[in-house]
C-alpha cells in the first residue's frame, strides 16, 4: 500500500487443497492432487464463493505447493489446475502460491504456516487484515491466519494430524464455512 491509503476491504483467504478441491487421503494424511485431471473442486465451491464475493469480500487462494520445490511436481501442471479452478471460480482476485519444499532454515515467510502470502495479497489488493478470514483443512492454515491477524474457519476432514492452534470456527465443508463467514459479514 502507498503511504495514506488504508485497507478498506475485507478478504476471505481460501486453501487450494482439501479446502476447494478434493484432496488425496493416504493413511490419514491429505495430500495434493498430482495430475491435472485429478484436479476436482468441491460442487458447492463455486456458489458459495460467488455469495462469499457478492457480500463484499475479496477471495484470494493461498496455496503451498512444495512439491514443485521438490521436483516431484511440474509447476506447468500446477498453473494449469490454477487456470482451471479460475475458470470455475472467475470471483477470484489472486492466486497466491509458495513453492518452497519445507524445512529451509530460516522458514521461508510465504510458506504457511508463516503469514507471507496474506500480508503480500494485503498489500497488493488493499485488504482489511482485522475484517478478513481464513478457510483450511489444515493445522498450517489455522496457524497461518493466527499469525496474519485473521479470524479463522477450519473444514475438518478428520485427518490424523492434530490443530496446533484453535480455529475460531469449525465448519464440515466448505459451504458450511462459507455459511460461518456470511453469516459474520
Not at 495430475?35 to 484470494?60: I, K, N, Y
Not at 520445490?69 to 501442471?77: A, C, D, W
Not at 503469514?115 to 483450511?136: E, Q, T, V, Y
Request: charged share 25%; hydrophobic share 40%; with cysteine.
Amino acid at each position: 500500500m502507498s503511504a495514506g491509503t488504508s485497507p478498506t476491504r475485507p478478504a476471505v483467504f481460501l486453501d487450494r487443497d482439501g479446502t476447494l478441491n478434493r484432496q488425496v487421503v493416504r493413511d490419514g494424511r491429505p495430500y495434493p492432487p498430482d495430475r491435472l485431471e485429478d484436479f476436482v473442486l468441491f460442487p458447492e465451491v463455486p456458489a458459495a464463493c460467488a455469495a462469499l464475493a457478492a457480500a463484499g469480500f475479496t477471495l484470494v487462494v493461498v496455496t503451498n505447493q512444495p512439491d514443485v520445490g521438490r521436483g516431484t511436481q511440474g509447476r506447468e501442471v500446477v498453473e494449469a489446475m490454477h487456470a482451471r479452478l479460475r475458470a470455475a471460480v472467475p470471483e477470484l482476485a489472486r492466486i497466491e502460491v509458495c513453492y518452497a519444499p519445507g524445512g529451509e532454515t530460516p522458514p521461508d515467510p510465504r510458506r504457511k504456516p508463516e503469514p507471507g502470502m496474506l500480508l503480500d495479497a494485503a498489500a497488493a489488493l488493499s485488504l482489511d487484515l482485522g475484517r478478513s478470514w481464513m478457510i483450511g483443512d489444515r493445522w498450517r492454515d489455522i496457524d497461518c491466519g493466527r499469525r496474519a491477524g485473521v479470524r479463522t474457519v477450519f473444514i475438518d476432514h478428520g485427518y490424523a494430524e492434530a490443530l496446533r492452534a484453535a480455529p475460531d470456527c469449525t465448519a464440515g465443508s466448505f459451504a458450511e464455512a462459507a455459511a460461518i463467514v456470511l453469516r459474520s459479514a
